[in-house]
């Protein structure tokens, strides 16, 4: 291991250590799953980790995340969210993933006082700084730590230490709720996201990785990373998948000739909407 990640791992085993009863804000992907972890390892049983049940979460990714908790004996508890019920998260605006954090975070510190633990932390990483990120904002009104930020850990970094550590989930691909498949302006309802988590689903059993079904009412619109795309470029299998979509509910099928983009919903955002 480099010496500046040695350093940087060292500083994050540093905070987790000055902060004994934790909650922490598990998803599965990648960077929850290493602080998790690591946690663990340096907190034992003076940390737990929270997965947020909802409909913007497919059940694939919820058994991922479980599976892996289990596996290396992370202490969890499944709580549920209701952000869905939230008209202000319902309808889809640019503030949506505000309302949702805030929704997982206000259900965090439910538990929290239920189960008598000090400090809340999310996997934030260094490089979700740049991003449009709303969320930020609700962890910051809670009061939620971000462990992995403080000790300098970007995104590569976190994937690095948890290859090196044999964790699974080193290369996993990003997995981003369901809800940001869909449209702004569009509402977010089960139904809208049981067609998104279908048709990935479908896609996913084709042996694709990188990946999004974007939901734009009646329109499918795919992402599919480029390296990847040549295993959909042929008639037969275009159609296959048009079928297969279509009888889930969509009326349109389209590839976008662009290939998969993490965040391409934000585009239709204006600059000022995007600075906030």
């Known amino acids: 291991m480099e010496i500046l990640l040695q350093e940087k791992q060292a500083s994050l085993d540093q905070l987790l250590r000055e902060h004994p009863e934790l909650l922490i804000a598990y998803s599965g992907g990648v960077d929850s799953a290493y602080l998790a972890w690591r946690a663990h390892e340096i907190l034992g049983s003076r940390m737990l980790a929270i997965i947020a049940d909802s409909p913007s979460l497919s059940r694939r990714h919820l058994e991922e995340a479980v599976t892996f908790a289990r596996r290396h004996g992370i202490p969890l508890e499944i709580i549920l ?3 869905l019920d939230n008209p202000d998260y319902a309808k889809n605006d640019s503030q949506r993933c505000f309302h949702c954090k805030n929704e997982l975070f206000t259900v965090m510190k439910a538990a929290q006082s239920r189960l008598g633990y000090r400090h809340l932390a999310y996997g934030m990483n260094l490089d979700d700084r740049g991003d449009f990120r709303p969320g930020q904002k609700a962890a910051h009104l809670h009061g939620v730590l971000a462990p992995l930020v403080d000790a300098g850990l970007t995104k590569s970094d976190i994937r690095a230490l948890a290859r090196i550590a044999g964790l699974d989930v080193w290369d996993k691909p990003a997995a981003p709720c369901l809800s940001s498949r ?15 988590e279908r048709a990935e689903d479908y896609l996913r059993s084709l042996g694709l990785r990188q990946f999004r079904v974007r939901h734009h009412g009646e329109i499918a619109r795919l992402e599919i990373d480029r390296e990847e795309m040549a295993t959909v470029l042929s008639v037969g299998m275009l159609e296959t998948i048009s079928t297969r ?24 955002l204006s600059p000022e909407t995007l600075k906030v």
Do not use: W
């Open 245 to 268: 979509l279509k009888a889930i509910g969509f009326q349109h099928v389209a590839l976008d000739c662009g290939g998969f983009e993490s965040g391409s919903m934000n585009r239709a």
């Open 182 to 196: 869909v449209a702004y302006g569009q509402a977010v309802t089960p139904q809208v996201l049981s067609q998104v």
């Open 81 to 83: 969210t209701s952000e």
